[in-house]
T-cell receptor, first 115, second 112 residues
Framework: NAGVTQTPKFQVLKTGQSMTLQCAQDMNHNSMYWYRQDPGMGLRLIYYSASEGTTDKGEVPNGYNVSRLNKREFSLRLESAAPSQTSVYFC??????????????FGQGTRLTVV | GQQLNQSPQSMFIQEGEDVSMNCTSSSIFNTWLWYKQDPGEGPVLLIALYKAGELTSNGRLTAQFGITRKDSFLNISASIPSDVGIYFCAGLTASGNTPLVFGKGTRLSVIA
């Protein structure tokens, strides 16, 4: 039972480089999310996808783009990485966005450093 | 922005002590969730609450959904070293179509 799988686990980028963080879930969940975690800030929502074919901005979307490739996969792209994007990124999924089934299940995270 | 106020930010306790942490909001919530994050890992769901007044236990953990629907607390009884980690509350507001919001976490340290 893999649950939510994120790749890579660690990444170092130079300022201005681009990269895509991959996320896949095998629980047949409709909704998927990307969060970033910074010390003292908790988990802040970057983007989410309520269902296949839809994406919406969260609390901190600037500097990121997302693609809901299919029901299983939700990727996060940094087009031009900045040091302020140094963080731990978590992908999560849930059965649905609202009401029962909203409990989110998390991947193990991607630790990104931008130098 | 963040709508949940979680306290305390951090706690240092002796092994065997009981722990209590809480989350409050100015908004009404339909769902409260409590997560634990171990170092280097993603958050793991501990308890889910769906009804005002609901009291739910999971082993040594007990959580309650406040009657006003604006707060929730988590208690850990007889703490052990493996309770160390960051505990997050998360909630789903009653209005709108936005996903879960998270508190900033309570960092728990247990001294053996």
């Amino acid at each position: 039972n893999a649950g939510v799988t994120q790749t890579p686990k660690f990444q170092v980028l130079k300022t201005g480089q681009s990269m895509t963080l991959q996320c896949a879930q095998d629980m047949n969940h409709n909704s998927m999310y990307w969060y970033r975690q910074d010390p003292g800030m908790g988990l802040r929502l970057i983007y989410y996808s309520a269902s296949e074919g839809t994406t919406d901005k969260g609390e901190v979307p600037n500097g990121y783009n997302v693609s809901r490739l299919n029901k299983r996969e939700f990727s996060l792209r940094l087009e031009s990485a900045a040091p302020s994007q140094t963080s731990v990124y978590f992908c999560a999924s849930s059965e649905r966005l609202r009401n029962l089934g909203t409990e989110a299940f998390f991947g193990q995270g991607t630790r990104l450093t931008v130098v | 922005g963040q709508q949940l106020n979680q306290s305390p930010q951090s706690m240092f306790i002796q092994e065997g002590e009981d722990v209590s942490m809480n989350c409050t909001s100015s908004s009404i919530f339909n769902t409260w969730l409590w997560y634990k994050q171990d170092p280097g890992e993603g958050p793991v769901l501990l308890i889910a609450l769906y009804k005002a007044g609901e009291l739910t236990s999971n082993g040594r953990l007990t959580a309650q959904f406040g009657i006003t629907r604006k707060d929730s607390f988590l208690n850990i009884s007889a703490s052990i070293p493996s309770d160390v980690g960051i505990y997050f509350c998360a909630g789903l507001t009653a209005s709108g179509n936005t996903p879960l919001v998270f508190g900033k976490g309570t960092r728990l340290s247990v001294i053996a």
